[in-house]
C-alpha cells in the first residue's frame, strides 16, 4: 500500500506542479505592464498550485487565529519544505530562502519565477542586500515570510531567531506578524519527526518519496492574535521568538 501510495501521488504532483507552471508563463507578460500587478497575480497562482497539495500528500490543515492580511511581514519557525507549501497554501506569499534552493532541479525554476529572496547564509555582508529587497517586496503589496530560525530544526524546540532579516520590519516601523507551525502524525503512521521533518541529512527526494508513502498527517498553524512593533531588532527578534514558541507543541 505504501508503495502504491507513492506511485499515485508523485505523478499527480507532477501534472499539478506543470499545470500551475504552465498558467505561470501565460500570465507572465503581465510583469512588463505593472510589478504590482504581477505580484498579485503571483500570490493567486502561488496559493492555488500549493493548496492543490494538500490533499494529494494527505495534510490535513487546521488554522488557529486571524490570517494576516496583504502587505505583511510574518515570521514562524521552520521544520520542512512542507512549511513553505502550508504557508503558501493559505495566504500566497514571498519566501526568503537559502540561496542553494534555487538551484534545484525543477523546484529552482519555479521558485526564482515567484518572486522568492534567496539568501547566502554563510556570508553576512548578504543580508543587507536582501534587506533591500524585502523592503522592496512590501512596498509592492506582498506578503513576505522569514523562517526567523535562519534553518529547519529537529522540532523538540522553538530555536532563537536570528534579528537581522527583521531590520526592514524596524526601520519602516512596520508590524511583525508570527506563527507557529506544528505537525502531527496520524494513527497508525510514525511520528511525524519521521516523515513530515526534514532535519537529517538528506536529500529532497530521499525525504519525498517517504513523504508520500504514508497515508498523511495533521498541520496546524496558530497566527498571533496580534502583531508585534520594536525600534530594536534584537529585542524584537526575542519576543517574537516567546510568542511563536508559547504556542508550539514539540514534534516527536
Not at 508503495?3 to 501521488?9: A, E, G, K
Not at 526564482?112 to 547564509?121: E, K, Y
Not at 537529517?200 to 495533521?218: A, D, M, Q, V, Y
Amino acid at each position: 500500500m505504501q508503495q502504491l501510495r507513492m506511485i499515485i501521488r508523485l505523478p499527480l504532483m507532477l501534472l499539478w506542479t506543470a499545470a500551475w507552471w504552465m498558467f505561470r508563463l501565460a500570465l507572465w507578460p503581465i510583469a512588463f505592464i505593472s510589478e504590482k500587478a504581477d505580484r498579485q497575480v503571483r500570490q493567486w497562482i502561488v496559493r492555488s498550485w500549493a493548496s492543490g497539495y494538500f490533499p494529494i500528500i494527505g495534510m490535513r490543515v487546521r488554522v488557529i487565529g486571524p490570517i494576516p492580511k496583504h502587505p505583511f511581514f510574518l515570521v514562524c519557525n521552520h521544520l520542512s519544505y512542507i512549511d513553505a507549501w502550508l504557508i503558501n497554501g493559505l495566504i500566497g506569499c514571498t519566501f526568503v530562502s537559502r540561496n542553494d534552493v534555487a538551484n534545484w532541479p525543477v523546484i529552482g525554476i519555479i521558485t526564482r519565477s515567484l518572486h522568492v529572496l534567496f539568501i547566502n547564509r554563510s556570508n553576512k555582508r548578504d543580508t543587507a542586500r536582501v534587506n533591500v529587497l524585502i523592503d522592496h517586496a512590501l512596498k509592492q503589496n506582498d506578503g513576505l515570510v522569514v523562517f526567523a530560525e535562519s534553518r529547519i530544526s529537529r522540532g523538540l524546540d522553538v530555536e532563537p531567531f536570528k534579528s537581522a532579516l527583521i531590520q526592514p520590519a524596524v526601520v519602516n516601523n512596520l508590524p511583525v506578524h508570527y506563527a507557529t507551525i506544528m505537525y502531527e502524525s496520524l494513527p497508525g503512521c510514525p511520528p511525524a519527526s519521521d516523515y513530515v521533518g526534514w532535519w537529517r541529512p538528506e536529500p529532497f527526494l530521499h525525504h519525498l518519496f517517504r513523504l508520500l508513502r504514508h497515508k498523511g498527517f495533521i498541520a496546524t498553524v496558530h497566527f498571533g492574535d496580534a502583531p508585534l512593533k520594536g525600534t530594536d531588532r534584537k529585542d524584537l527578534a526575542i519576543r517574537l521568538h516567546q510568542a511563536v514558541k508559547q504556542n508550539y507543541k514539540p514534534m516527536e
